[in-house]
């Protein structure tokens, strides 16, 4: 599970990985940005399919920890983290207002 991220003292919901918004990165329409994370760590797309319909919170993450890692996954990963969130706030200005 996810939590929001808490700034000054203050907890900030948009910065919850898990939220529910969607983002566009190469075509593909993402729930959140854990939903696009999660798909990016799969080998194949039955395995991507199976994570981008699952949703976007709890049951996507359960899902990605059913499938076989990209070969260079430990490497990339925090870079994947990093874009699903910039394309969470750029498409979405209500969450980059907050």
Not at 35 to 47: M, R, S
Not at 73 to 80: A, L, T, V
Request: with cysteine.
């Amino acid at each position: 599970m996810s939590d929001p991220g808490v700034i000054d003292g203050t907890e900030h919901p948009e910065t919850d990985n898990f939220l529910s918004c969607q983002l566009v990165i190469d075509r593909i329409t993402y729930l959140s940005s854990e939903n696009y994370f999660q798909c990016t760590k799969t080998t194949n797309e039955l395995d991507r399919e199976n994570i981008l319909n699952s949703g976007p919170g709890d049951a996507c993450q359960l899902a990605g920890q059913t499938v076989g890692l990209r070969s260079d996954w430990e490497s990339i990963k925090s870079d994947e983290m990093y874009k699903g969130n910039l394309a969470k706030f750029q498409q979405n200005e209500d969450l980059r207002k907050r």
